[in-house]
């Protein structure tokens, strides 16, 4: 990360129970590749939280530097709907964690957008026009999930994982593999039952026939009823390989090219249109946000409704030790 401060971070080792701790050391370095700060700096950035995330920002064309735990505050606030539990919105907050430090361990100079392409971000000045009247309950409510769960973060055999997570399921999660191809241990199926009480279970999306055929790069018939043939489907029922018009495809291609909801969808063609059905909302690999509701709602704890999205894993705490902060010891 550049401007007035770099983190320059080295993962050291993770141990995986608690009370153990993700440690990463860090230094802090002025702008021009100075590493001197004087003691009462260090003090004031070891009482704030000196970690800063670099987010682009979509609209406005600019990057903003921001604290951790504004970021995750606003990354909870914008991908999770306050009014859902406590634990269910401690649970996004962890997983935010994990995905943020990942990166930031990966590449100290890394940014990321504040859109779907990695984690959704406002500012909290944005939520409060997003959120209206509701600003000041769902804000501390927010606040809270992120302050009981500083510091933790998900391990997988030591490391960080990459938690992916999404909406809704069509009741069953995905495996990775199935998705895009890459077996992560960590990210397997598991039933998820409580997304069938979503909003965001059951979608329709009609298209025209003309952008249809332009999306997926076919020819369409004056055909009525069902459109492809489904070659074959997931354990999970979600569509695997499809034929459509004599060309062959994923379920994952036609969903992201029609931008459908999930790949767990049925195509009708009428006329001039063509209708989609879809079951579920999201790439459904990881933690389904309505199925840690759901959890949250049978009185499950955060750390158990992360430890059954991402199997095989365990919470963590991360530490963060600086130069800085060792010199303020030996004073």
Not at 91 to 101: L, P, V
Request: charge should be positive; charged fraction near 25%; hydrophobic fraction near 35%.
């Amino acid at each position: 990360m550049k401007k007035a401060a770099v983190l320059l971070f080295i993962f050291a080792l993770v141990i995986i129970i608690i009370p153990a701790a993700v440690v990463i050391p860090f230094t802090q370095k002025a702008e021009g590749g100075q590493q001197h700060q004087s003691i009462n700096r260090s003090k004031k950035a070891a009482q704030q939280n000196v970690i800063q995330v670099s987010v682009d920002r979509s609209k406005k064309k600019q990057t903003d530097q921001v604290a951790l735990d504004d970021y995750l505050i606003g990354v909870v606030g914008s991908e999770m709907p306050a009014k859902f539990r406590i634990e269910a919105l401690k649970a996004q907050a962890i997983a935010a964690r994990t995905y943020i430090m990942a990166r930031i361990i990966d590449n100290p100079d890394a940014h990321v957008t504040d859109t779907v392409q990695n984690q959704v971000y406002h500012s909290t000045q944005e939520l409060k026009q997003i959120w209206g009247k509701d600003y000041e309950w769902k804000l501390k409510k927010v606040k809270t999930a992120v302050a009981q769960t500083q510091n933790q973060v998900i391990t997988y055999n030591g490391k960080l994982i990459i938690p992916m997570f999404f909406s809704t399921s069509n009741g069953q999660t995905e495996d990775a593999d199935n998705y895009w191809e890459n077996d992560v241990p960590y990210l397997k199926s598991v039933a998820s039952p409580w997304d069938k009480l979503s909003p965001k279970y059951r979608n329709e999306k009609k298209m025209t026939i003309q952008s249809v055929e332009q999306a997926l790069g076919i020819t369409l018939g004056a055909d009525r009823g069902f459109l492809g043939k489904v070659i074959s489907k997931t354990d999970t029922g979600h569509i695997a390989r499809i034929e459509i018009a004599g060309k062959t495809f994923t379920g994952r291609q036609v969903r992201e090219k029609l931008k459908l909801s999930s790949t767990d969808f049925q195509l009708t063609q009428n006329g001039n249109q063509v209708k989609a059905v879809t079951i579920g909302n999201g790439h459904d690999v990881g933690m389904s946000q309505y199925g840690a509701e759901g959890m949250a709602r049978e009185g499950k704890t955060a750390k158990q409704i992360l430890t059954y999205f991402y199997q095989g894993t365990q919470i963590s705490k991360m530490t963060v030790k600086s130069k800085a902060q060792k010199q303020i010891a030996k004073k």
